[in-house]
């Protein structure tokens, strides 16, 4: 798609994740500008992606582009493989403010960092009339979070989470909570019964393998696997409201219930999928919250007060409050070793092929649908990255790569803050890693695996066992004054000398022979 006319007097540019269909910029026509959206080798290439997640995005900008334009706006959606496209965004700015006499730029506040500073940095060499944008899509402000937690060493996700629910107004009655407790984690955390039934995912059956020859043509390398003649992500804002619509009427009843729950076999559970739409901005988060909080209004007999603030808290509290340690502590963050690990990330996290039941499904899960639910993250990939000394640059590029909802500012507190346990406490209080026990809490994975979860040491024995102990032993100066781990290491002063040496040793084996698990 290209433009009509040969001048324009403002340039607005429209990055991949703001595909806002609700901006106020589209609300009045201008014939004097001209919209702007690239596909570039920029961001396919920073790190591998899933071949879902491209064209994901390539869909979404391409659909967003054609809405533009029957809203009776100036659209150049610039293709990957235009032969004009010089595959970097700002350089593609240059020669487009050339040939249609540019006066004036306008564009949104970018969510990445390096977006951010790259835009900025080009910016910094013109003389040419700018005005930046707010995005309009976030229930706070890049700098809130530093606002409340003004003058504190910690920041609570719960207090943020809580002065967003006063603010907003949601599941309040007047400056109370709803049913009287702020959080229903507690009631989070169950095991799958067997006795409901898992919803199937809804699914969007869209042709793109138009697509996916044009990834392929332009050379760019990816992850995973597609059936891109049944494409199933939603890649418009009608298919993202219906697919809320959806997880509303079939999976929010149990979603709190179960939302820690991991099965073989069942990649989705009672989750959303909706993170897709929301990080790309084609759903407003608000948006969202209020049809979750209505429906447990016109029919709380049905949806649990539980299920509903689980799935609140994560959208008005974790996912505002990952932004705001975002920019709060970048660029550093992304340099942040807490533990100095070093180790390479095995090679069956591009595979699947491994005999742990517990990694095989949720790797083999996340390549073949680029998806696992956030508990599969933390305590299965994130864990055992953890626990294998992995240098999270590693991790950090393995899950900005393999999920379509992963963009840098989510990804990287989630991946680097809450799994890895890299920025030393910034966001959680305690490292986050379990042995075989809590996998057999949390899933039916345990039952069907090459590995025994009983056992610590030996040929059988499940390799989180020993790896957590050896995490716990070797971070001792680290970690021991921790009061949440105080427990664990009480536990670990019982067992007498012969059996810590045997834990140590089974995992020095296993870290020495990783590739073989």
């Known amino acids: 798609?290209?433009?009509?006319?040969?001048?324009?007097?403002?340039?607005?540019?429209?990055?991949?994740?703001?595909?806002?269909?609700?901006?106020?910029?589209?609300?009045?026509?201008?014939?004097?500008?001209?919209?702007?959206?690239?596909?570039?080798?920029?961001?396919?290439?920073?790190v591998r992606h899933h071949i879902q997640k491209v064209i994901g995005f390539f869909a979404a900008m391409y659909n967003f582009a054609q809405w533009l334009s029957k809203q009776g706006h100036h659209v150049y959606h610039l293709k990957i493989n235009d032969p004009e496209n010089d595959q970097s965004?700002?350089?593609?700015?240059?020669?487009?403010?050339?040939?249609?006499?540019?006066?004036?730029?306008?564009?949104?506040?970018?969510?990445?960092?390096?977006?951010?500073?790259?835009?900025?940095?080009?910016?910094?060499?013109?003389s040419i009339k700018t005005i930046v944008y707010d995005s309009e899509h976030f229930i706070t402000t890049r700098d809130e979070l530093k606002e409340i937690f003004r003058g504190k060493k910690h920041f609570l996700m719960e207090t943020f989470y809580r002065n967003?629910?006063?603010?907003?107004?949601?599941?309040?009655?007047?400056?109370?909570?709803?049913?009287?407790?702020?959080?229903?984690?507690?009631?989070?955390?169950?095991?799958?019964?067997?006795?409901?039934?898992?919803p199937q995912p809804l699914l969007f059956f869209k042709d793109l393998r138009s697509i996916e020859k044009e990834i392929h043509t332009s050379g760019i390398k990816t992850i995973g696997s597609v059936d891109a003649k049944n494409f199933t992500w939603p890649v418009t804002r009608k298919e993202s409201?219906?697919?809320?619509?959806?997880?509303?009427?079939?999976?929010?009843?149990?979603?709190?219930?179960?939302?820690?729950?991991m099965v073989r076999n069942a990649w989705l559970m009672f989750h959303s999928k909706l993170s897709f739409s929301l990080n790309t901005k084609m759903l407003h988060p608000m948006e969202v919250i209020q049809q979750v909080e209505d429906a447990w209004k016109n029919n709380p007999k049905r949806y649990p007060l539980a299920s509903v603030e689980g799935f609140i808290r994560q959208v008005l509290g974790w996912r505002e409050y990952v932004r705001g340690i975002y920019w709060m502590h970048m660029p550093e963050y992304a340099t942040l070793n807490y533990f100095k690990h070093q180790a390479t990330l095995p090679t069956f996290y591009w595979t699947g092929e491994t005999q742990m039941e517990c990694m095989r499904q949720t790797i083999q899960g996340s390549l073949?649908?680029?998806?696992?639910?956030?508990?599969?993250?933390?305590?299965?990939?994130?864990?055992?990255?953890?626990?294998?000394?992995?240098?999270?640059?590693?991790?950090?590029?393995?899950?900005?790569g393999i999920y379509a909802d992963a963009i840098e500012w989510v990804e990287m507190p989630n991946t680097r803050g809450m799994s890895q346990y890299a920025d030393g406490g910034i966001m959680a209080t305690k490292p986050y890693v379990g042995s075989a026990n809590y996998m057999h809490k949390m899933s039916n994975y345990?039952?069907?695996?090459?590995?025994?979860?009983?056992?610590?040491?030996?040929?059988?024995?499940?390799?989180?066992?020993?790896?957590?102990?050896?995490?716990?032993?070797r971070h001792r100066d680290k970690l021991y004054n921790n009061p949440r781990i105080g427990m664990m290491y009480r536990t670990w002063e019982k067992f007498n000398s012969d059996e810590q040496r045997q834990i140590i040793n089974q995992a020095e084996k296993f870290l020495s022979e990783v590739e073989k698990l």
């Open 368 to 400: 073949q649908h680029a998806y696992a639910h956030h508990i599969q993250r933390l305590m299965v990939t994130g864990a055992f990255a953890l626990l294998a000394g992995v240098h999270p640059d590693e991790v950090d590029a393995w899950y900005l």
């Open 89 to 126: 965004i700002t350089k593609n700015l240059d020669w487009l403010m050339d040939k249609y006499n540019i006066q004036r730029f306008e564009y949104q506040w970018p969510d990445e960092y390096r977006l951010d500073e790259q835009i900025k940095a080009w910016l910094s060499l013109k």
């Open 164 to 198: 967003q629910r006063k603010k907003t107004r949601v599941l309040m009655l007047e400056n109370k909570p709803l049913g009287g407790i702020w959080n229903y984690d507690a009631e989070n955390r169950h095991k799958y019964s067997g006795k409901e039934l898992i």
């Open 241 to 261: 409201l219906e697919l809320l619509n959806h997880f509303i009427e079939h999976a929010l009843p149990w979603f709190g219930h179960y939302q820690d729950a």
């Open 1 to 46: 798609m290209k433009p009509q006319k040969d001048s324009y007097t403002t340039l607005r540019l429209i990055l991949g994740d703001q595909l806002n269909y609700l901006h106020s910029w589209y609300q009045e026509k201008n014939d004097s500008v001209l919209y702007v959206i690239m596909e570039v080798r920029q961001e396919t290439d920073y």
């Open 446 to 473: 345990c039952t069907s695996c090459f590995y025994n979860k009983s056992l610590k040491y030996g040929e059988k024995a499940c390799p989180f066992n020993s790896l957590y102990w050896h995490f716990y032993h």
